[in-house]
């Protein structure tokens, strides 16, 4: 901890850090607005460059606006980098990953054509609006809700194996009560309806014309409601038990966040809040 220390951010790497990563502040605040329609733009952009009139018509306006707004996430990819104490903790982290691949398929573009349309990713960016209102519960909720998550794993990996055996069992059950003359012309066919009608989305390309096959087309129907039912209570049962303070700071050494308002050091990294 006392390399941490002596590592302590100082002069303009701290200010930045404090404009950068934290949006307390008005500089912070408008730092991460700018950001985010920044972000939006760039998407627009690419949207537009996907459509054929108008990337005849502005295609050398949209390649110019695209390495602007490259350049520009790059730079800003280059401060995050430089003014935390830990760089690759922040690399590592899930924004951190998210920065490094928002521009990178601009860059992959000019020796492979037609990449740049993976920089939707940058919509993944937008997220950082939960940091413009941290003030907010909006941080702290969705800390819980992650961890609710990441508790429930089991219950759920459970859940979604239950689920893909009765699917599978039904689909080959549907098979041989209707077979390919109804339109079940296979076991994975009928695993491909039993999906579509326990989840109730229907789409009607396949329909059992039999009467045992319409009963259990109805059995399954009427299951779907109870198994969608099912990960909302595991997940509602363990965010009852998840009631910690989670505070807006981020880490001055690897930008991590989500920490508990009474922690000390970060969860992530080590490095003194």
Same mark, same amino acid.
């Given at each position: 901890?006392?390399?941490?220390?002596?590592?302590?951010?100082?002069?303009?790497?701290?200010?930045?850090?404090?404009?950068?990563?934290?949006?307390?502040?008005?500089?912070?605040?408008?730092?991460?607005?700018?950001?985010?329609?920044?972000?939006?733009?760039?998407?627009?952009?690419?949207?537009?460059?996907?459509?054929?009139?108008?990337?005849?018509?502005?295609?050398?306006?949209?390649?110019?606006?695209?390495?602007?707004?490259?350049?520009?996430?790059?730079?800003?990819?280059?401060?995050?980098?430089?003014?935390?104490?830990?760089?690759?903790? =922040?690399?590592?982290?899930?924004?951190?990953?998210?920065?490094?691949?928002?521009? &990178?398929?601009?860059?992959?573009?000019?020796?492979?054509?037609?990449?740049?349309?993976?920089?939707?990713?940058?919509?993944?960016?937008?997220?950082?609006?939960?940091?413009?209102?941290?003030?907010?519960? =909006?941080?702290?909720?969705?800390?819980?809700?992650?961890?609710?998550?990441?508790?429930?794993?089991?219950?759920?990996?459970?859940?979604?194996?239950?689920?893909?055996?009765?699917?599978?069992?039904?689909?080959?059950?549907?098979?041989?009560?209707?077979?390919?003359?109804?339109?079940?012309?296979?076991?994975?066919?009928?695993?491909?309806?039993?999906?579509?009608?326990?989840?109730?989305?229907? =789409?009607?390309?396949?329909?059992?014309?039999?009467?045992?096959?319409?009963?259990?087309?109805?059995?399954?129907?009427?299951?779907? =409601?109870?198994?969608?039912?099912?990960?909302?209570?595991?997940?509602?049962?363990?965010?009852?038990?998840?009631?910690?303070?989670?505070?807006?700071?981020? #880490?001055?050494? #690897?930008?991590?966040?989500?920490?508990?308002?009474?922690?000390?050091? #970060?969860?992530? #990294?080590?490095?003194? &809040?």
């Amino acid at each position: 901890m006392q390399q941490d220390s002596d590592n302590a951010l100082t002069g303009w790497r701290a200010k930045a850090h404090e404009i950068i990563f934290e949006s307390d502040t008005p500089l912070g605040k408008a730092f991460d607005i700018v950001l985010i329609l920044a972000i939006i733009m760039s998407i627009a952009v690419v949207m537009m460059e996907s459509v054929q009139d108008i990337r005849e018509e502005y295609g050398p306006a949209l390649i110019a606006a695209e390495w602007t707004f490259t350049i520009l996430f790059t730079l800003e990819y280059l401060l995050r980098l430089l003014c935390v104490q830990r760089p690759g903790s =922040y690399a590592r982290s899930f924004y951190g990953v998210i920065d490094l691949f928002s521009v &990178i398929p601009t860059y992959v573009s000019v020796m492979v054509p037609g990449t740049q349309a993976l920089l939707v990713i940058r919509t993944v960016r937008i997220l950082r609006v939960f940091r413009v209102l941290k003030l907010a519960n =909006y941080v702290s909720e969705s800390e819980v809700l992650m961890r609710a998550l990441y508790a429930s794993r089991r219950k759920i990996q459970v859940f979604v194996c239950a689920v893909i055996m009765m699917v599978v069992i039904f689909g080959a059950l549907m098979y041989l009560i209707e077979g390919p003359e109804n339109g079940f012309t296979s076991i994975p066919r009928g695993v491909y309806w039993a999906i579509v009608t326990m989840t109730t989305v229907g =789409y009607g390309d396949i329909a059992p014309n039999t009467s045992l096959g319409q009963s259990i087309s109805a059995f399954i129907m009427i299951l779907g =409601y109870g198994i969608i039912a099912v990960p909302t209570g595991i997940v509602t049962a363990q965010l009852s038990r998840s009631g910690d303070n989670v505070s807006g700071q981020a #880490c001055p050494g #690897c930008g991590g966040q989500g920490h508990m308002s009474d922690a000390v050091f #970060c969860r992530f #990294c080590g490095v003194k &809040i």
